[in-house]
């Protein structure tokens, strides 16, 4: 039976980073918000390799515990097996994923203008007026309450999304964890046809645990037989699996009528690694910064949205996404041939050097930068380009979008 009708100033959908850090940033004001989460714990299911830059302790207070390992070398692996690795001042942390999920809903969960529902799932909204002000009226499976401002950060299969015909292209993702052998100081990256729009990856954990996983857009299961059975690692040695999707493309479209996306559901994530936790965390500082000038001013409109939440968020994150995709987009064309010219390139000292320096896995546009600017690299994209001619429509759809 549903509960009798309350009013809150905000709906946040969805209670893992996104949504509980969001909530965190507006847990000191007077503001009533409700959490809205459809499964029994927070956290779960994992969906995450874990693998996360720095810039996550500039960010937010990163508990020691929260970080597992810390890597200084990637390895990135072509289809024929032959590798290149690249280390620079990233040092990336390996982070325990639910934990930090559960930093910020342990802050926010006690806090008296606070509600959060686990195990309640959203179901619609309705737009009503209310003496003279537009709002929203929630129905989940378990109540109905009337909010000014909803937020989705209900993941890459985003109900609110999809009511305001937001669309994500979505990849299949699945992982395990398992005790094994495989140098604890470097993550992994193995690139191929068969699983194009992404890769194969082995991630140390720390303790001689791994992760090892793999995201496409079809066949995943068989995929993901054939990269374990390629490197000598049998499946019924896992600790654990995990599964789900990750989006794949750009930034969405995310500001709408008394409504904003934040996280997988506005697709603020990487192309190039399918990893969008920092990008989330500096999209909830603007979504955030967003909702307090909408209760101060009392208009939530699309316009006062855009232009505090979806623009900025456009002008920082949205622009080093396209890169992200821009280099996804090539990545998809190469074959055996073609990584290894593209390795051939990277090994000079030159560019090897470039990546020291200006190497950056969450915002590479400084990089790219430098990198097109020489010679050999821009040699090998003019012929890469003409061998596919087809290419320019995409960067070009990218470039616009």
């Known amino acids: 039976m549903d509960r009798e009708?309350?009013?809150?100033?905000?709906?946040?959908?969805?209670?893992?980073?996104?949504?509980?850090?969001?909530?965190?940033?507006?847990?000191?004001?007077?503001?009533?918000?409700?959490?809205?989460?459809e499964h029994e714990q927070v956290g779960f299911p994992l969906q995450c390799a874990g693998i996360v830059s720095q810039k996550l302790s500039k960010l937010i207070d990163l508990p020691k515990e929260i970080v597992l390992n810390r890597v200084n070398i990637a390895r990135i692996v072509a289809p024929g097996g032959r590798f290149i690795k690249l280390s620079g001042k990233e040092k990336p942390y390996i982070i325990d994923r639910t934990a930090l999920d559960f930093f910020f809903y342990n802050k926010v969960r006690k806090r008296k203008n606070i509600q959060i529902y686990l195990g309640e799932k959203f179901k619609s909204y309705k737009r009503i007026k209310e003496k003279n002000q537009k709002l929203l009226l929630i129905q989940t499976s378990k109540q109905t309450f009337k909010v000014k401002v909803l937020?989705?950060?209900?993941?890459?299969?985003?109900?609110?999304?999809?009511?305001?015909?937001?669309?994500?292209?979505?990849?299949?993702?699945?992982?395990?964890?398992?005790?094994?052998?495989?140098?604890?100081?470097?993550?992994?990256?193995?690139?191929?046809?068969?699983?194009?729009?992404?890769?194969?990856?082995?991630?140390?954990?720390?303790?001689?645990?791994?992760?090892?996983?793999m995201a496409c857009s079809y066949d995943l299961a068989k995929n993901f037989r054939f990269f374990l059975k390629k490197n000598k690692i049998d499946i019924n040695d896992k600790i654990d699996q995990q599964g789900g999707l990750i989006p794949y493309g750009?930034?969405?479209?995310?500001?709408?009528?008394?409504?904003?996306?934040?996280?997988?559901?506005?697709?603020?994530?990487?192309?190039?690694?399918?990893?969008?936790i920092i990008n989330l965390l500096t999209a909830a500082h603007y979504a955030a910064d967003c909702i307090r000038t909408c209760i101060k001013t009392n208009n939530f409109s699309k316009k006062i949205i855009k232009k505090h939440y979806e623009k900025p968020c456009q002008l920082t994150i949205g622009k080093e996404l396209k890169i992200h995709y821009l280099i996804r987009v090539i990545l998809e064309r190469l074959d055996n041939k073609g990584f290894k010219k593209l390795f051939e390139i990277i090994k000079s000292n030159k560019i090897g050097k470039i990546i020291n320096i200006y190497g950056d896995m969450d915002f590479p546009k400084s990089f790219i930068f430098k990198f097109i600017k020489n010679p050999t690299v821009i040699f090998f994209l003019v012929r890469f380009i003409l061998k596919n001619p087809d290419i320019f429509v995409e960067l070009f759809r990218i470039v616009t979008k």
């Open 5 to 37: 009708i309350d009013n809150f100033d905000i709906c946040i959908v969805g209670a893992s980073i996104a949504g509980n850090y969001l909530c965190y940033l507006l847990s000191n004001t007077n503001l009533n918000i409700i959490v809205i989460e």
């Open 151 to 213: 937020v989705g950060c209900d993941g890459p299969l985003s109900p609110i999304a999809k009511s305001l015909n937001v669309k994500n292209k979505n990849l299949f993702a699945t992982q395990i964890r398992i005790s094994t052998n495989f140098d604890e100081n470097e993550a992994v990256m193995y690139f191929n046809p068969r699983w194009k729009e992404l890769f194969g990856w082995i991630v140390p954990e720390g303790n001689s645990i791994f992760r090892i996983g």
């Open 250 to 276: 750009i930034m969405n479209k995310i500001a709408f009528n008394n409504i904003l996306l934040l996280g997988d559901s506005g697709c603020q994530v990487k192309a190039t690694t399918g990893g969008g």
